[in-house]
């Protein structure tokens, strides 16, 4: 039996809710995924091996869908994808969906106002992910979320040619000092100890990178890209800085280790000229499209004996997916976005030979060899991303990457290297 005081309750919120319902209308947003149609512009910097073949694949299927909704991939080299996707963020002009490589680009990105808040959808279905805590550094800015996290890559390896090896009696290296023993034995043969084409920066700072790991530990690094407890010029970053070029001084790299890019030094690797090449997994993610001549032998970046840090590694969620505040069909995005963090989309991406963030997607679906590094990241310590993804622009992608190449012409000094990043960070 209702009484008459029930009613009167009931009939107070009726009032009450029709009262605050335009302030619910007004903290929510304006689209959602099943408002979705018309056209997509979606950006990514992938082109080529299991990444362009992903992209490729995750489109047409969406496409064939015919749910009313259709992208348009437009992909973008990696050497001028950064350049290209901040001008059309600042100038108003931006894609619907947009794939970069979170960290500093999200925080620098969201603090212009230029990302779309996704924290409600990432609350909502971030138990669909592997390594959520990742994902979300990756995408978060004060306290929200801005992005989905799409990709992990390893960086903590080396490739090898066990043909090569086998030719010079060299056993897999083990250490960093057996490493550097086989790296005599092959140059003292007459053969390329590793290749490398470092023209862009990047690939020499890989290198920088996999020493800063070992000799200071990724607390440390963080603390002096914090600028909260240590310092760039401190002695372990002056340290690794001398350990990438005292291999330079070695004569251990190819010959055009400081004006060949990345696609060279890999052609020089894959054609039996090289016997290592250190790149992140990435390169593995193409063998199923365009299979290796030879049997690509992986083992883990060797260890120092001398390392504070021997389980310390680099790697990270690389590629992220974020709608810009200035998409023209940000309903459609939304769409494609969900449907990408699909147990279906997730096997495509995985099947490709990507390490796809979704739980479960390698293990059912990844190539054997992505499952195998894929297996690897969880028994690190501790991983640093890239490092150009936690610095600002200026510091990373220009102090750390040019001065990793005038380390190795020996246009500077270790000592110079370190203080020219802090230098900047400070300016920052």
Same mark, same amino acid.
Not at 266 to 272: M, N
Not at 367 to 377: D, G, K, R, S, Y
Not at 378 to 385: F, I, K, N, S, V
């Given at each position: ?314 790697? !990270? ?17 939304? !769409? ?10 997730? !096997? ?81």
């Amino acid at each position: 039996m209702v009484t008459q005081e029930r009613k009167q309750a009931s009939l107070l919120l009726v009032g009450i809710i029709a009262l605050l319902a335009p302030v619910f209308a007004l903290a929510t947003p304006a689209w959602s995924a099943a408002q979705a149609s018309g056209e997509v512009a979606l950006w990514t910097e992938f082109t080529q091996g299991g990444e362009g073949a992903g992209i490729e694949e995750l489109v047409e299927t969406w496409n064939a869908m015919d749910n009313g909704v259709t992208v348009n991939h437009r992909p973008i080299g990696n050497e001028e994808f950064f350049t290209v996707i901040r001008t059309a963020l600042a100038g108003g002009e931006p894609p619907d969906l947009l794939q970069y490589e979170g960290y500093q680009q999200t925080r620098d990105f969201a603090a212009a106002g230029q990302l779309t808040d996704l924290t409600e959808w990432w609350n909502a279905n971030q138990d669909r992910f592997a390594l959520p805590e990742a994902g979300a550094r990756a995408c978060t800015y004060e306290g929200k979320v801005y992005c989905v996290p799409y990709t992990y890559h390893t960086g903590w390896q080396i490739y090898y040619n066990p043909e090569i090896l086998e030719a010079n009696g060299i056993a897999v290296p083990g250490t960093y000092e057996e490493f550097m023993s086989a790296l005599d034995t092959l140059k003292n043969n007459g053969v390329t100890p590793i290749a490398l084409g470092a023209v862009d920066g990047w690939p020499a700072e890989h290198w920088y990178m996999a020493f800063l790991v070992q000799r200071c530990g990724v607390a440390t690094v963080y603390q002096a890209i914090e600028q909260n407890g240590a310092s760039f010029t401190d002695p372990c970053f002056v340290q690794a800085a001398a350990d990438l070029q005292s291999l330079a001084e070695g004569g251990y790299f190819s010959a055009g280790a400081t004006g060949d890019d990345y696609g060279t030094s890999q052609a020089v690797f894959l054609s039996g000229q090289a016997a290592f090449f250190q790149t992140g997994s990435w390169f593995a993610s193409g063998w199923e499209e365009t299979p290796p001549t030879f049997d690509v032998g992986i083992m883990p970046f060797p260890r120092m004996a001398d390392s504070a840090f021997p389980q310390d590694v680099t790697g !990270a969620v690389t590629h992220v997916f974020g709608i810009p505040t200035g998409a023209q069909n940000p309903e459609g995005a939304m !769409a494609m976005l969900e449907w990408m963090a699909s147990e279906e989309a997730a !096997a495509i991406w995985a099947r490709n030979g990507n390490m796809s963030l979704i739980e479960g997607a390698v293990e059912a679906n990844a190539p054997e060899v992505i499952q195998e590094l894929w297996a690897t990241v969880g028994t690190a310590a501790a991983a640093l991303p890239w490092i150009e993804n936690e610095l600002p622009p200026g510091v990373g992608e220009d102090k750390v990457y040019s001065g990793s190449v005038a380390l190795l012409t020996g246009d500077m000094t270790p000592e110079e290297f370190s203080q020219s990043i802090q230098d900047a960070l400070e300016a920052a």
